[in-house]
C-alpha cells in the first residue's frame, strides 16, 4: 500500500501537486468566467432580466462560472485520477495539452447547453449544443492561453532545477588509463566501426542508417553505419556508457559537459555538440545514471594538452 505511494512522492511530477494546480486553475478560471461575463454581458447577456425565469440573474452568470470549475475538475482531475497513465507528465507533450483543452472546452459547452435548457426551459437541440460551444470557445481562449503558458513556465521550472542538481552531482574528470573499445557491425554482421568508445559522442537514428558522431584527433566527423539502434542495443556490444535517451538518439554519458532544462525536457552538450534533447520519458532514469558517470576527456582534448 505504501510502495505506490512512495513512488508517486519520488517522481519530479507528484500527481498530488499537480492536482492541486489543476484546482486552482479549476477555480481561478471559474472566477474569471463569472466575472468576465458579469462585466461585459456577451452573447445577449445583457438583456438577461427581460429573459422570463425566477433565477436572479446574477446567480444564472455565477451558474455558468460553477459549471466552467466543475468541468476543468471532471476532465483535469477525475478523469486522470480514474486512468492515470495516459497522463503521466513526464510523457506529456504540447499535442496531448491541446487534446485536453478541446476536451475541456467541449465538456464546458455541453454543460452550458444543459444548464441553459434546464434554467430557461427550452428544448435541447444540435444547434444549442454548437452555439455554446463556439462561445464556450470564444470566452475560453483567454484563460486557456493563460493556462498553457503557466504550464510551460511550471516544466520549464521543473527542468532547469534539475539540471543544476544533476551537475551539482556529477563527477569530476578522473584519471582513465583502460579504454574501452566499441565495435558497432551493419546489418549484415560485419564490423564497420571500431574506435575507442571516449571518441563516439552520439549515435542517431537516420532512416535505415545510424549516424555516428565522433571526436577524435582528425577532429569533428560522422559515419554512417547501415542498421539500428535497437539492433545495436540488441547485440549487447556498446559499452555501458552508452545510453538510450531518447528514440533518435543514443548518447555517450562520459562525454556529456553540461545539462540544461527547457519547458520540453532535459538537454545535453556532448563535447561540441550542443541541445541533444532527452526524451520526457527518460528525465527520471537522466537523473539515475548521469551523476554516477564521470567524464572522460576526448582524443581531441588529450592530444591538445
Known sequence: MLQPLRTVLASPFPRTEGHKKRLTMALGTATFVTLFLGVFRPFGLHSLELVPTTIPSHLILIGYGVITGLCMILVGVCVPSLIPKPYAERSWTAGK?????VIT?????????VFTAVVFAIDMSPWLFLAFQVMTAAVGVFPATILVLLQLVRYRNVFVAGARTI????HAPPEHNARPMVNISDDEGRTALSINADE????????NYVECTIHDAQGLRTVLIRTSLRALEEAGNLPLCFWRCHRSHIVNLDRVDHVSGTAQGYRLSVGPLRDVAVSRSRSTELRLVLPTRSRIPSAAERSSV
Open 97 to 101: 495539452e491541446i487534446v485536453e483543452l
Open 105 to 113: 472546452i467541449a465538456t464546458i459547452g455541453l454543460g452550458n447547453t
Open 167 to 170: 551537475e551539482d552531482s556529477m
Open 200 to 207: 563516439v559522442l552520439l549515435l542517431t537514428s537516420a532512416d
